[in-house]
């Protein structure tokens, strides 16, 4: 049986973790495990998770911390990687609420070779003082109604994302998007083997497409990706981004470009510090 755990990452914002647990909490598939990977965070998030270790126990819960250093989810998430012991990764921000369905659309999406490669519906900054536990358990929150009458759907697009269409249909959009099948670090889930094959993400690169850059080198390695767009729904809970540099964002897309011509899929500053899979073997 292939083991799955979610991979939640988390920075100094307890109350949104608290219902990104909640979505998960309530998902149609219960069997995977949860960590948080939890890049330097302070007493109230610690509060949370301890809350939510004692609901689910050694057996289905765990947390990998490190002191806060600045922006290193790069860091962190590898970490979780390293210590996982799942077979299947899915990974979502500490800050998004997965629907219902979520977890038991990304299993069955899962294929050797491929990755996949999720979205979210970002709700707008006035919509967090709404936000409470019923709103999640209910699942009220992810009708369409509800989301359209608080601003949640401003496009096409964006409905598309309710799930609204029928799953073949959805299913079928997604495979012709022609939006590139990246790997979106709030949303996306991989085989921890090929996570490891490219040695996972990259921790010199902060924020800003820091995340898209493994899914370049898991192309490279030959591990394609595979939309999730249209079928499971996962909210985003807005906030502020002090840690974001234009300048930063910037770089690391130009350092992409080169990452994808390059055909290179291991990075030196990942999992193992080497620089190439087999120097750490020798």
Known sequence: MVSTEVIVTTYNNPQAL????????GQSHPAFSVCIADDGSGPATQAIIEQWHHRWGDARFRHVWHPDKGFAKNE????AIASSTADYLIFIDGDCVASPGYIQRHID??????????????????VNELLNDELITTQTIFQTDWLKAHGCIPRLGSWLK?????????????????????????NSGGWRKDLLMVNGFDEAMK????????????????????????TAPLLHIEHSRGYADPLVAAN???????????????????????????????
């Open 207 to 230: 924020y800003g497409a820091e995340d898209v850059e493994m899914g370049v080198r898991l192309n490279n390695a030959g591990i394609v990706g595979r939309h999730n767009r249209y």
């Open 76 to 79: 962190i998430l590898n970490k």
């Open 252 to 282: 690391n897309k130009r350092y992409m470009k080169t990452v994808r011509r390059s055909g290179k899929a291991w990075t030196a500053q990942g999992i193992v510090k080497t620089d190439s899979p087999t120097a750490h073997l020798k």
């Open 18 to 25: 608290h219902f990104s647990l909640l979505g998960l909490a």
């Open 162 to 186: 309710t799930a609204h269409l029928p799953l073949v249909v959805a299913d079928f959009l997604e495979r012709i998007s022609p939006v590139k099948k990246v790997w979106n670090g709030c």
């Open 109 to 126: 999406l899962r294929q050797p070779g491929q990755f996949v490669s999720g979205s979210l519906i970002r709700m707008p900054l006035q």
